[in-house]
């Protein structure tokens, strides 16, 4: 089938005995690897791996502690992403990096020379189009990145690394933000590029992926190569037992519980995003107890939005949030927290805890001044109770088993599990009637990912009303009740999460409404 | 009243004066607009002109050549520049703080020096025979016109065409395509191999340089001496202006101008001796600076990744 | 060029590496060392000016520390120091680029004239207290304009509280060589304040007055505020990201504000300290364009926060090192000529050793070799 199959060919990149370590972890660990001309070599790892670390050095970004690389047979030292494009070699990053300011070809011609330093737009804007109209990747040269999708800038970024002529081309993640039939049409591209000799390394932890894409595959774990198999001689099964080390259990019960009355509704909510554009536009659902609501979507498609309007840090324009038939539209973090909503932001590091402050500190967070004292002859509402603060900060942190030195110890020196376990222990401890969970398990391991959603069960099975939001659509079909698919700030349908097909949600996650579906089926 | 303080020459006279005051603010803020589009916030720029305004008197005060007053003053700014980028690009330390350091060192530096090479302060301060406007033949007997820009200091002419010089730079060059790109996505930038710490670098030099000429007009070119704090503000005034110039060299010369205006309509009516407290009017310009920035701050698109620090393995 | 020869003749590489936080003994080796390399650096500048470093460090700190009055004298510039360092400290810790303390402290002295000069007949006990009142509350004001701008509107609190600064200094300005002008001063200066109003003495014939007790007072406030209280903790969480903060339920912009008022209560304080413990008359602009009053204690503070890493205990060494700084080199001044703006050189000198300083605290530097 594939062409690494057939053809014996000189490996085009061999990596020997890379080690990188950073404080605390060794990332990458003696680590060999061998790439063909013309192959699709998957490189498959949990989060964590070591897998973009590894590529990170192919492609200049890390300097490796030892190892030797070889490109078409000769040793190479690449210090920067610079040497790296010299020697043909591309790299399209999971979060991209494009200036979204400047239009495609601004970003594609970023960096290369021009006679005398001054640019030509209109040359290069030509050159481009010729470019994307021969691999048949179509973007519009003119257009502003902040203006297109997730898809097309991901475009974008290959047609970056072909424009400088790259034979080896790696994708980290590259699926993760498309739709099923985005993915489909990425696939086509790869195959085609393959075909015409580019070697590509595909980064994944998705293993139906892997078995679809690539020709071969590399299973790295804790850092370490555990195997390189044809993927025609492998399997699921045997793929995922080598990536997490014990056989993988791939049901989660998903446990019945009764539903109740609407807890959270949301009307026709309209708000902004953080450039002032429409983000939310006209969106409405409601969440009842007992029931997990999963809202599945592309990134960037007012799922950020949604989850800060409700959590009350970001203002609607127009409609309503409800909570148990309270109007709570633009209200405070606080009173919507003190009404027993429970919030996981999706973007740990930034809004959900303070790193800079200790576990403790963090774990009281959003109830610390329930934890004042009278103070000699001052009343109580001034002074915190530190003995307090810690007894609770000890008790959560071994009923959710938070791996860390200290209560005393700086939140920023924990792992991305633990961290997000901080948050879990933090929000559940209120024991919330709502709960509000965005990506919770994005960048975790698999051990890490399933204790976190075993911990949304069970607060559903206690009556709590849960809203997920996610972009991995396995974790939305593994948890949800029922699905909701918002594509540019609209809700394309809302469907029983039992009769969901992939294609229909695929279609709904690219943009065609539920009701044309369906209806156009009749 | 009016009448008889508003009169031609009174108006002639203001608005060559505009142009003039305008000069330091030019020299700062174009420099500034370097920093800030790689993504450096400069806050050293006060100090930067303080040793600008204080290397130049020296120099000049020894050498008699006011040219070489202001390559030392450049030279001087350039130093600083590279101290301000060892601290923020290399070390990646916080960008507010490093430049109070840098506004400290310079201010405390300007004096020092100038006691150590020229003496005393207070008393009457000993002077340089300063910058004198030219006289540019046929354009400067042009009516009304002439006196205001054709009659001119060289510094002003040269200011005026550091505008178009920055503004070619940032909108037509591979250089200045690499600036904005590392000011708002340096990982990308990184990634396309821009060398960013260099970009930054070079930036914070220019930005040095820029400002530490800008200080100099103050002490061989506006006056003819040297006083501590003689630059009374204007780098952070620098600092205000580039968010109302949005970072673009033309809406700066605006900013400029504009605020160069409020300068002279001070000196001006001080001069003509109207009769209205000149504390009072030496306020204006900080007032004016002040509402300026609160009506643009909302609507100002910074460069996304200033006062952040890059490293590729964090 | 081949990437294989660009190695070659490239200068040794370091990589910089992030460390988990080091123990506090680690973190004091690096600032004492910061500070001893600054006064190395300091050495240089003397040298350049003609004079042996030993013999005018000698001098520096026998003038700040040797003797009774020396001592009383740089504990009577420690007073304004340790207020301003704290106004400073407390803006900074949610960072609130307060960098207008001159200005606040200016304010302070402006409103403690007016009731200074104004209500002559009151008893000291309640002229004091009044006095001090009114500026906190002037210099509070001062300092919650710019918050407010920051806000509401999103303007840079750096541009506003400087420039502030300067609408203060001519203000003042204004008012004591015009309707406030003493008619029988040589110079421009307000009447004198009340005699009640001034801070009695605490050893007779020495400069030191209760001033002193209030700020160490403020600063030990300043402590329990930061250990213990709520809004210590909602002060440190702002500061260390206001958008969590804001996300787990913190009115932050209410702490910001509240901040502002606190510390620029304290710099106005601190003026008051100037006006009636000092020059008892409001005073105008001093040659080098600072408030003849305000003296530059206002940008000092900013300094001494930072080198006291904006903890109180922190500040107040920082203080006390700034005040022997200042005193001692006068005395230095005097016994060698080396000129007495030094010490404003060494505020930057140790500043950017500072920085490198706490660089060395969170990273390491490693060669990298081929």
Known sequence: MGLGETVKEMPIVVMKGITKRFPGVVANDNIDLEIRKGEIHALLGENGAGKTTLMNILYGLYTPDAGEIYVRGKRVTIRSPRDAVDLKIGMIHQHFVLVPPFTVTQNIILGMKFPRGILNLEEAEKKVAEISQKYGIKVDPHAQIWQLSVGEQQRVEIL??????????????????????????????????????????????????????????????????????????????????????????????????????????????????????????????????????????????????????????????????????????????????????????????????????????????????????????????????????????????????????????????????????????????????????????????????????????????????????????????????????????????????????????????????????????? | MIGEVITATFIISFLAATLRMAVPLLFGTIGEAFAERSGILNLGIEGMMLMGASVAFTTTFYTGSLWLGVGVAALVGILLGLLMAFLTVTMGAQQHVSGLGVFFLGMGLSFYLYRIFVGELGGVPPTVTPFRPIYIPLLGDIPVLGPILFQQYVLVYIALLLVPIAAFIFDRTTLGLQITAVGQNPKAADTAGINVFRIRYLCLMVAGALSAIGGAWFSIAQSSMFLPLMTAGRGWVCIALVVFGNWMPYRILIGALLFGGIDALQTSLQAVGVAFPYRILQMLPYIFTIIVLVAVARRATYPAALLKPYRREE | MPPQLKAKIGLPKFRIEKRPPPPLLTRVKWYVLSVVISLIIGAILILSAGVNPAIAYYHLFSGALGGKLALTETLWRFTPLLLTGTAVAVAFTCKFWNIGAEGQMLAGATLAAYFGVTFVGLPSWVLIPLVTVAGFLAGAAWAAIPAILRAKFGADDVVTTLLGNWIMLYFVGALVEGPWRDPYSLWPESPAIASAARFPTLIPGYRIHIGLIIAVLISLLFLLIMRRSIWGYQLKAVGANPRAAGFAGINVGRVLITAAILSGGIAGIAGVNELCGTHFHLKGIAMGAVGELSWGYGYAGVFIAMLGGLHPLGVMLAAFFMAIMINGSQAMYRATGVYSPFWRVMQGVIMICLLIGIFMINYRVRRVRE
């Open chain 1, 160 to 522: 970056k690394a072909l424009f400088r002529g790259a034979e080896i081309l790696i994708l980290d993640e590259p699926t993760a933000v498309l739709t099923p039939q985005e993915t489909k049409e990425l696939f086509k591209t790869l195959r085609s590029l393959a075909k015409a000799g580019c070697a590509i390394i595909f980064i994944s932890h998705k293993l139906d992926e892997v078995m679809e894409i690539s020709d071969r595959v590399t299973v790295l774990r804790n850092g370490k190569v555990v195997a390189t198999k044809k993927t025609s001689a492998t399997n699921k099964r045997e793929l995922a037992k080598l990536m997490v080390g014990r056989e993988v259990v791939f049901r989660l019960r998903k446990a019945r519980a009764k539903i109740g009355r609407p807890a959270l509704q949301v009307e026709d909510l309209h708000a902004l995003s953080d450039r002032g554009l429409p983000a939310l536009k006209g969106v409405s659902f409601s969440v009842h107890e007992g029931e997990i609501l999963g809202i599945a979507g592309v990134s960037g498609n007012g799922q950020r939005e949604l989850a800060e309007v409700i959590a009350g840090v970001r203002k609607a324009t127009s409609g309503k949030v409800l909570i148990f038939g309270q109007d709570v539209t633009n209200r405070s973090p606080k009173e919507i927290i003190d009404l027993g909503v429970g919030r996981i932001p999706e973007d740990r590091l930034q809004m959900g805890l303070i790193t800079d402050l200790t576990v403790a500190e963090n774990l009281v967070s959003e109830v610390h001044e329930k934890f004042s004292d009278k103070f000699f002859f001052l009343p109580a509402g001034i002074f915190l109770d530190h003995a307090q603060i810690n007894n609770y900060a000890e008790k959560l942190i071994s009923e959710y088993k938070i791996v860390t030195p200290s209560r005393d110890a700086l939140t920023k020196t924990l792992s991305g599990g633990n961290l997000q376990k901080l948050i879990l222990a933090r929000v559940l401890a209120q024991n919330p009637k709502i709960l509000i969970a965005s990506q919770p398990t994005r960048g975790l391991d698999v051990g890490a990912t399933e204790y976190i959603r075993r911990k949304l069960l069970e607060q559903k099975k206690k009556g709590a009303a849960i809203l997920l939001i996610s972009e991995d659509l396995g974790e939305i079909l593994m948890l949800s009740d029922r699905i909701a698919v918002i594509y540019e700030g609209k809700i394309m349908g809302i469907l029983p999460a039992a009769k969901a097909k992939i294609e229909e949600l695929g279609l709904m996650m690219a943009g065609t409404p539920l009701s044309k579906i369906r209806g156009g089926r009749k």
